[in-house]
């Protein structure tokens, strides 16, 4: 099967930073290129995932993030490159829409946001012809009259992550600066339970920043350490090192990559039970889903009973890489089949 795959043109593909999309199509890139398709993937011209690459922009375009005309040019490129492709994956909000971009090519789209009212408005309009994954039923659920093909889960390969033993005696946050993602809980959690804390978050957009003055400086102690926005090498030290992944989280978050990077890691995640967790944490086993801040105190002191093998485990099978590609080729399969004359 020849697939098109269209990335957001806002950060490269894999991501330097910050990107759980970006890290995802990564993922899904390489794994269809090793289950013997053939993948054309349109990004920006910075980018490093390992598979043939087209792009009309040099460089991401992540200070122009959500504005239109970059997106509309780089989509318009985009389906003009992948016109004689068997299906087209598009990972834009843009691209979907403009049908007459299509070519008679099958076009599939993933949302990895939140059915917002805006965005609920756009999907329902476009489901009928351009089929829609989501990746959790939380997120699913959250638009019911919304058509959608499939859910299929995020997978991670877990041999690019280290193993590691949670030698470094700290919790760990990562995520964006942002009241739902809840840093300053994270600080209040570990804090209370006698524990450091160390930060590692996006902080680049105005009410980023705001947040971040307004709630989480003031709480920042010798205890409580903000990193900033690290390299990915760094992250994977971190994750391998803490002792467990606070992830205090207060919307339906459609899904949450941290997770599964954590998992990989073997370091557990402990989370309220918001959005996709449920979907992902097992409770006792990978960790400590709770229902407010006291329990979280005292799941910190319970995180030695998570075997940290089960973890890695966890995203080695029911959370990998390989099943996520397997689930996707399944559909596109079917559609592809469905559209020949």
């Given at each position: 099967?020849?697939?098109?795959?269209?990335?957001?043109?806002?950060?490269?593909?894999?991501?330097?930073?910050?990107?759980?999309?970006?890290?995802?199509?990564?993922?899904?890139?390489?794994?269809?290129?090793?289950?013997?398709?053939?993948?054309?993937?349109?990004?920006?011209?910075?980018?490093?995932?390992?598979?043939?690459?087209?792009?009309?922009?040099?460089?991401?375009?992540?200070?122009?993030?959500?504005?239109?005309?970059?997106?509309?040019?780089?989509?318009?490129?985009?389906?003009?490159?992948?016109?004689?492709?068997?299906?087209?994956?598009?990972?834009?909000?843009?691209?979907?829409?403009?049908?007459?971009?299509?070519?008679?090519?099958?076009?599939?789209?993933?949302?990895?946001?939140?059915?917002?009212?805006?965005?609920?408005?756009?999907?329902?309009?476009i489901a009928d012809k351009v089929p829609i994954i989501a990746i959790s039923?939380?997120?699913?659920?959250?638009?019911?009259?919304?058509?959608?093909?499939?859910?299929?889960?995020?997978?991670?390969?877990?041999?690019?992550?280290?193993?590691?033993?949670?030698?470094?005696?700290?919790?760990?946050?990562?995520?964006?600066?942002?009241?739902?993602?809840?840093?300053?809980?994270?600080?209040?959690?570990?804090?209370?339970?006698?524990?450091?804390?160390?930060?590692?978050?996006?902080?680049?957009?105005?009410?980023?920043?705001?947040?971040?003055?307004?709630?989480?400086?003031?709480?920042?102690?010798?205890?409580?350490?903000?990193?900033?926005?690290?390299?990915?090498?760094?992250?994977?030290?971190?994750?391998?090192?803490?002792?467990?992944?606070?992830?205090?989280?207060?919307?339906?978050?459609?899904?949450?990559?941290?997770?599964?990077?954590?998992?990989?890691?073997?370091?557990?995640?402990?989370?309220?039970?918001?959005?996709?967790?449920?979907?992902?944490?097992?409770?006792?086993?990978?960790?400590?889903?709770?229902?407010?801040?006291?329990?979280?105190?005292?799941?910190?002191?319970?995180?030695?009973?998570?075997?940290?093998?089960?973890?890695?485990?966890?995203?080695?099978?029911?959370?990998?890489?390989?099943?996520?590609?397997?689930?996707?080729?399944?559909?596109?399969?079917?559609?592809?089949?469905?559209?020949?004359?």
């Open positions: 099967m020849r697939i098109g795959i269209i990335a957001p043109p806002w950060t490269p593909v894999p991501p330097a930073l910050y990107g759980g999309i970006e890290l995802v199509v990564d993922q899904l890139a390489r794994g269809f290129v090793a289950a013997g398709h053939s993948v054309t993937l349109f990004t920006t011209g910075d980018s490093t995932c390992p598979v043939p690459k087209k792009w009309i922009l040099d460089t991401a375009e992540g200070k122009r993030l959500g504005m239109a005309v970059p997106e509309l040019r780089h989509v318009m490129h985009a389906y003009e490159a992948l016109g004689h492709q068997d299906i087209i994956h598009d990972h834009t909000v843009i691209g979907p829409v403009m049908q007459e971009l299509h070519r008679g090519v099958p076009v599939v789209t993933t949302i990895h946001g939140p059915f917002n009212d805006e965005l609920t408005d756009i999907y329902s309009r039923n939380a997120q699913r659920n959250s638009a019911p009259n919304v058509p959608v093909a499939t859910v299929i889960h995020h997978g991670i390969e877990a041999s690019d992550f280290p193993m590691g033993d949670g030698s470094g005696g700290y919790l760990l946050f990562l995520g964006r600066m942002s009241p739902e993602k809840g840093a300053h809980r994270a600080i209040r959690v570990a804090r209370q339970a006698g524990m450091p804390l160390y930060m590692a978050a996006k902080m680049r957009e105005a009410w980023e920043i705001q947040y971040f003055k307004e709630q989480v400086e003031p709480l920042l102690g010798d205890d409580a350490q903000y990193l900033g926005e690290v390299p990915h090498s760094q992250k994977l030290e971190l994750l391998a090192g803490a002792v467990g992944l606070l992830f205090p989280i207060r919307w339906n978050e459609p899904f949450g990559m941290v997770m599964l990077e954590a998992l990989a890691c073997g370091t557990p995640v402990i989370a309220f039970p918001e959005g996709s967790v449920p979907e992902v944490i097992e409770d006792g086993k990978t960790g400590f889903i709770c229902d407010n801040e006291e329990e979280m105190v005292a799941a910190v002191h319970k995180l030695g009973d998570i075997d940290r093998q089960t973890c890695r485990q966890t995203t080695e099978t029911r959370l990998s890489a390989s099943r996520m590609v397997q689930d996707h080729l399944k559909l596109f399969d079917a559609l592809v089949t469905k559209h020949q004359p």
